[in-house]
T-cell receptor
Framework: AQSVTQPDIHITVSEGASLELRCNYSYGATPYLFWYVQSPGQGLQLLLK??????LVQGIKGFEAEFKRSQSSFNLRKPSVHWSDAAEYFC?????????????FGDGTTLTVKP | KAGVTQTPRYLIKTRGQQVTLSCSPISGHRSVSWYQQTPGQGLQFLFEYFSETQRNKGNFPGRFSGRQFSNSRSEMNVSTLELGDSALYLC?????????????????FGAGTRLSVL
């Protein structure tokens, strides 16, 4: 069964500092990977996705993520964090084929941005 | 295009009651999935509907049910509400893309319905 692990429950960074959120997945083949962001009381907004090809993918709001098959990782990065980036971030695997409607999510990482 | 619309945004119910939540997908999307989000369990998949048929189901009791209409709008129903059903219920719609011998979906989420059971 596929699974997603986000090792960091909570991360605090200063505004303007760089950010890296970790994501590890478990799946028998090449997964389809996603990062979503959720502001308090809101739904999930898609930041970026990886299906195949270039392992460095660019997303919205200046975010990027790198797929590393050897490490089963898909870490999210941003070179300079803004106060508005404070939110909860979710990494997800899927959906595809027979599980076409089902994504499997990590437990999320809450990002706090210090002024 | 309008995004995924969920109504109502907030609901307060008491134990034993039943509730119906609604989701209107992005125009042209035929797949609608439902998720339950709680602080303790995170995001858990409830079920997915595609072309009015339940295609996939998570591990939830039969009190949780859903349906999809011919216009792809979906409803989720929870009967005999329990305190533990208090959660944010998220709906996601998607349209399959086919490539590399597989279908893959990008799910777009609504803002959710916050259900509080007293």
């Amino acid at each position: 069964a596929q699974s997603v692990t986000q090792p960091d429950i909570h991360i605090t960074v200063s505004e303007g500092a760089s950010l890296e959120l970790r994501c590890n997945y478990s799946y028998g083949a090449t997964p389809y990977l996603f990062w979503y962001v959720q502001s308090p009381g809101q739904g999930l907004q898609l930041l970026l996705k990886y299906f195949s090809g270039d392992t460095l993918v660019q997303g919205i709001k200046g975010f990027e993520a790198e797929f590393k098959r050897s490490q089963s990782s898909f870490n999210l990065r941003k070179p300079s964090v803004h106060w508005s980036d404070a939110a909860e971030y979710f990494c997800a695997v899927g959906p595809f084929n027979t599980n076409a409607g089902k994504s499997t999510f990590g437990d999320g990482t809450t990002l706090t941005v210090k002024p | 295009k309008a995004g995924v619309t969920q109504t109502p945004r907030y609901l307060i119910k008491t134990r034993g009651q039943q509730v119906t939540l609604s989701c209107s997908p992005i125009s042209g999307h035929r797949s609608v999935s439902w998720y339950q989000q709680t602080p303790g369990q995170g995001l858990q998949f409830l079920f997915e509907y595609f072309s009015e048929t339940q295609r996939n189901k998570g591990n939830f009791p039969g009190r949780f049910s859903g349906r999809q209409f011919s216009n792809s709008r979906s409803e989720m129903n929870v009967s005999t509400l329990e305190l533990g059903d208090s959660a944010l219920y998220l709906c996601a719609s998607s349209h399959p893309e086919y490539g590399s011998s597989q279908y893959k979906n990008i799910q777009y989420f609504g803002a959710g319905t916050r259900l509080s059971v007293l």
